[in-house]
């Protein structure tokens, strides 16, 4: 089965208009879950705007990155738009890597990786975050696993997630839906 056969198609959530989006409804219900009552939550990789909209009915301010680029530069206006809705979401049209000053260090109580794909894009994007996550912070990583096993870049998600837990920076709080959750290891990490 297709993996667009899986995605939830609904316009609402929770009695609320949102965009459409990759997410099944399981991982609407996460985001949910980890988002209430954080005071900062960041997304990396907004794609059309859906878990940004459903951040921002939990948490205080959410804060979503994305430079829309590869066959997307169109899209920014029309996600912009939607965002521009939420008076708690801002848009931030940047690579991971160039929108990390606009963060204070110890400020991110919950960082969604849901950027790049690559081994080294999941690795680089949480090393390059970890000094502006609170103590106690989540971090939720998209695409670590398809119902249907049918995309590649899965595989590349879940090495970089082994290389982050091996480095002893992250620690399994669950999986579920296509993310892998934990926390982070800040007294432990091995590397700088």
């Known amino acids: 089965m297709p993996v667009n056969d899986f995605l939830d198609k609904s316009k609402t959530f929770e009695g609320k208009e949102i965009p459409e989006g990759q997410l099944i409804l399981q991982d609407q219900q ?7 009552n954080k005071n900062l939550v960041v997304e990396l990789g907004t794609f059309k705007g859906r878990g940004a909209v459903i951040l921002s009915m939990f948490a205080k301010q959410v804060i979503t990155v994305d430079f829309f680029g ?13 965002l521009d809705k ?11 890597r160039e929108a990390i000053d606009k963060f204070q260090n110890n400020s991110i109580d919950l960082l969604i990786q849901d950027a790049g794909h690559s081994i080294e894009a999941v690795v680089d994007d949480i090393k390059a975050y970890f000094p502006k996550l609170k103590n106690d912070a989540i971090v939720m990583i998209h695409d670590f696993k398809y119902m249907d096993g049918s995309c590649d870049a899965s595989m590349d998600v879940k090495g970089g997630v082994k290389y982050l837990v091996d480095n002893k920076m992250l620690k399994l709080i669950e999986i579920a839906g296509w ?11 091995t590397w700088n």
């Open 70 to 82: 590869k066959g997307r530069p169109n899209n920014y206006e029309l996600v912009k738009k939607d």
């Open 86 to 96: 939420h008076k708690n979401i801002k848009l931030i049209k940047k690579t991971t």
């Open 179 to 189: 993310y892998w959750i934990g926390k982070i290891h800040k007294e432990y990490t």
């Open 30 to 36: 996460l985001l949910k879950k980890y988002s209430i």
